[in-house]
């Protein structure tokens, strides 16, 4: 049988998968747990894989199935491979006599003399339930159990979702039912290539949380470079929502609110060719995960990075105090993100990003737009509002400041489109210098206001160390807003790159409706 396989994989850590476990018992029932042995053949060097297909033998209550899987392309966890599965007598695999003559003969060719033998298994317990949406039937199968080469093994902890019937949408559907306040790993490596990681001795290595996305080349029609947006960053926000979650690195929450931000200012921008409903969900979903995360952020950032330090040389007692607080805030941030449905938020992005969906109706002269052109009238608002208060950048009061930062970080996110082109050289380059003038002032003034709860016997001691370092910064905020100025003069007087790459937007592009 040919078909195309459709799934999306969840790494899950052992309670989650068995709170899950539990919630399908009770609300789909399951079936009992079955033993399933999958072996991957390859020759000994493993051409099998290089090419990109994968050849297995599964075995599970006595009955076999051959499965051969290529042309696999993912887009976070959501998987597609075109597969062929031929019923084999027993468990020995003979290419000569295989029914398929055309799979045989892919295969013979591709290992050429080379023997094909068991390089990787996977033992698995499965629990598999099938369940209906209006966009079709999904089978969601549980997976607990080990990848094995040789000595090596890998622990497996997993949920996938393959279409059965219908639409892919309803493998979103379900994911996102299931797993929207459970922390899973959205980006999880097929069996296959995690095994044969296993073989080689060099096991895959997650991804680095975030990339700088690519800018699109220059003329760009405005649907695709939207498209290569949300491919790049619905990736990254999922594992960054992942890590954030499961991680105390301070790396992944601050990451997670840069492409937060990121994926708002898209969303700004290209306002013009997308659905508009979807797009002010989706922003709005994505400030509030940026709110809630932002506690985290800023304790890692005054605790970890600044306060914690200094008070453990000086007062191990206040140290530990601030290290129990900082525990506890991320603890609660997490909670506030699991209740929100961070991680559902992450797949309806990975659906969006694989299955479209995004396009304003009626927008198709927009959408074959060159990018810049779209983008150029949402750039000079925001452009408009910076030259408003950066004229007074001496006189605003911290809040209006720090408002005007946020904006110019708009603004940089923005100017990532332009990538390497000369005329924005200059500009993103001042704008550089001044959004990390105001991001150090910021962080002083956060500092003032700072004021965890702390026990009473080490709060006046913090307080103390707080005001200590508020007066040794005093006069280092008086440079850097000297900085500032000079760096605002600079990039207001520097011509925004959009202004030479746009055609001119049509009136209605110019002021799209929200």
């Known amino acids: ?193 995690r095994g044969e990681a296993l073989a080689r001795h060099a096991p895959l290595l997650p991804p680095p949380l975030v990339d700088k996305p690519l800018a699109p080349a220059r003329g760009t029609p405005a649907a695709e470079a939207f498209e290569s947006r949300l491919a790049h960053l619905a990736p990254v926000i999922a594992r960054t929502v992942f890590a954030t979650l499961t991680d105390d690195a301070p790396e992944g929450p601050h990451q997670l609110r840069v492409a937060l931000r990121r994926l708002r200012v898209a969303l700004r921008l290209f306002r013009p060719i997308l659905a508009p409903e979807d797009a002010r969900a989706l922003a709005a979903t994505a400030r509030t995960l940026g709110r809630l995360v932002s506690p985290l952020r800023d304790a ?54 694989s299955l479209g969906g995004w396009q304003r109706p009626g927008a198709r002269a927009r959408l074959a737009m060159p990018f810049e052109t779209v983008l150029a009238p949402g750039l000079e608002r925001l452009w408009k509002t910076i030259r408003h208060r950066g004229r007074r950048l001496a006189e605003l009061d911290p809040e209006t400041r720090h408002e005007l930062r946020k904006d110019l970080k708009k603004l940089r996110y923005g100017t990532e489109y332009a990538g390497e082109r000369e005329e924005a050289k200059a500009f993103l380059s001042a704008l550089k210098r001044l959004q990390e003038d105001l991001g150090a002032i910021n962080d002083l003034a956060v500092l003032v206001g700072f004021a965890p709860e702390l026990p009473a016997e080490v709060a ?55």
């Open 460 to 514: 006046a001691r913090f307080a103390a160390l707080a005001e200590r370092l508020h007066k040794r910064d005093k006069a280092r905020a008086d440079t850097l807003m000297g900085r500032a100025c000079r760096h605002w003069r600079a990039l207001a007087s520097t011509e925004p790159w959009w202004r030479h790459a746009a055609t001119p937007a049509p009136p209605a592009l110019a002021a799209p409706s929200p």
């Open 300 to 353: 890692d950032v005054l605790v970890g990075d600044l306060l914690l330090p200094l008070a453990t040389s000086e007062d191990p007692e206040l140290a530990q105090a601030l290290a129990s607080w900082h525990g506890q805030t991320r603890a609660n941030v997490r909670a506030q993100l699991r209740a929100a449905g961070a991680t559902g938020f992450a797949i309806r992005l990975l659906r969006l990003a």
């Open 1 to 193: 049988m040919k078909r195309v396989e459709l799934e999306l994989k969840a790494g899950l850590a052992p309670a989650d998968f068995a709170q899950l476990s539990r919630r399908l018992a009770r609300t789909h029932g399951t079936s009992s747990p079955a033993m399933l042995t999958t072996r991957y053949l390859d020759t000994a060097d493993g051409r099998l894989a290089q090419a990109g297909v994968a050849l297995r033998l599964r075995s599970m209550a006595g009955t076999h199935l051959l499965s051969v899987k290529s042309a696999r392309t993912t887009v976070g966890g959501f998987q597609q491979a075109r597969e062929i599965e031929v019923p084999l007598p027993g468990a020995r695999v003979e290419l000569a006599t295989l029914p398929e003559r055309a799979l045989a003969a892919e295969l013979a060719a591709l290992s050429g003399s080379a023997a094909l033998a068991p390089r990787f298994e996977t033992r698995v317990r499965r629990k598999l339930i099938r369940i209906a949406r209006p966009h079709g039937m999904v089978d969601v199968a549980l997976d607990r159990g080990q990848i094995r080469a040789g000595a090596s093994s890998e622990p497996v902890c997993e949920a996938e979702f393959e279409l059965a019937a219908g639409s892919p949408e309803a493998i979103f559907e379900v994911a996102e039912s299931l797993l929207a306040r459970i922390p899973a790993r959205l980006d999880l490596p097929s069996k296959a290539a």
